[in-house]
């Protein structure tokens, strides 16, 4: 019965504060190396390259191709050899292949998100893809980011897509906690949960629920609110925590099972999670109020509630069971549920949440 909670050493959040990154980053080492895809590295090179330089540091550049394989963490490792800082800049998926270079040579490790999309900038692991886009494992590295540098301007002008996407990863953190917790499953550190991860989790959801909306509003327009700011936090530190600190369940077993199937492909992260959490919501056999409150919160804030969003109209019977076999795999966190969970129930459970949410949002569609 050992608790444990782990967490980054600092997280800095605002408007603008890529500028002070040298300071924020506080290291003694001589050398940073950036890990940035071209397209981030227009938008924010030129700012965290002289932020980093303002203190004394040099800097090189290591081109990110695009997916966390274990080839690219390879590359870009081989790249990084010597650096004293490695800052990852990007999606999750240049943080996680980041997070793996600077456990390798065991060097400081800035997070740099500039999308909103998963809980990558502040975990110890990275999912691990193959060549074929389909996910391989989370591979666990030991160490946390030393500080996590979200700045809210470059968050709030990326997309809005993948601000949704990270609202869905937010929503799910809640329900997988609570679920692990109460089962009392290992988290991701193999510990006991602590009151303190649990909070954080229902807290996370508490502020996508009551600021999501307005959140959304406001990054439809590029515009950086104090909802925005709030939101933000939830779906970047309190996600990241809650589901590291708190545990997992069906929903992201779901979610890997889903990407084995090539439609998907297209969907982001957090748009297949949402599917898993209403899977994992009939699979636990919750009242269906709480079902169609989430599909209702869903709804609001334009997040995927049906197959056929994430690209899955009208699934095979084999691609169902290749998704429900995939999410049953023994190390998936889909085991962390109270009870024995069988490929079946995973399919069965599938199919009838996305009938369900599909004759919810009839009912709420006008006319
Ligand atoms: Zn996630």
């Given at each position: 019965m050992t608790r444990i909670f782990r967490s980054p050493s600092a997280y800095v959040q605002g408007r603008h504060v890529i500028d002070n990154i040298g300071e924020h980053a506080q290291t003694d080492g001589s050398r940073a190396v950036i890990i940035a895809d071209p397209a981030v590295r227009g938008i924010v090179g030129d700012s965290i390259r002289s932020g980093l330089e303002a203190t004394g540091l040099t800097t090189d550049f290591v081109d990110f191709g695009g997916t966390c394989t274990d080839s690219g963490i390879d590359?870009?490792?081989?790249?990084?050899?010597?650096?004293?800082?490695?800052?990852g800049a990007g999606g999750g998926r240049t943080l996680d292949t980041a997070k793996a270079v600077a456990a390798r040579h065991d060097t400081r490790m800035v997070t740099v998100p500039t999308?909103?999309?998963?809980d990558a900038p502040t975990s110890s692991l990275s999912v691990v893809y193959t060549e074929e886009g389909?996910?391989?494992?989370?591979?666990?590295?030991?160490?946390?980011?030393?500080l996590v540098l979200v700045d809210t301007a470059v968050i709030a002008a990326a997309p809005i897509r993948f601000f949704r996407s990270g609202i869905a990863d937010a929503i799910a953190t809640r329900f997988e906690a609570e679920t692990a917790i109460e089962a009392g499953a290992e988290n991701v550190f193999g510990g006991q949960s602590t009151r303190a991860a649990r909070a954080i989790a229902r807290e996370c959801f508490r502020t996508v629920e009551a600021h999501g909306e307005s959140a959304l509003a406001a990054v439809e327009r590029d515009a950086v609110t104090k909802n925005v700011e709030s939101v933000v936090e939830a779906a970047t530190l309190l996600s990241g925590i809650g589901f590291e600190s708190g545990g997992l369940a069906a929903a992201h077993a779901v979610h890997d099972g889903l990407t084995r199937i090539e439609p998907t492909h297209d969907a982001t992260h957090g748009e297949k999670v949402n599917i898993g959490t209403l899977t994992q919501l009939v699979l636990e056999g919750r009242d269906i109020e709480e079902f169609h409150d989430i599909v209702d919160l869903s709804l609001d804030l334009n997040l995927s509630v049906t197959l056929a969003q994430i690209g899955l109209t009208d699934p095979s019977d084999e691609q169902l069971r290749?998704?429900?076999?995939?999410?049953c795999q023994p190390q998936e966190t889909i085991h962390n549920e109270p009870f024995d969970v069988s490929p079946e129930a995973v399919r069965e459970a599938l199919v009838t949440a996305d009938e369900l949410a599909r004759q919810r949002r009839n009912t709420r569609e006008p006319g």
């Open positions: 590359r870009a490792a081989e790249e990084a050899e010597g650096a004293d800082l490695v800052v999308i909103a999309s998963t389909e996910f391989e494992e989370l591979r666990f590295h030991g160490v946390h980011p030393d290749t998704i429900a076999e995939a999410a």
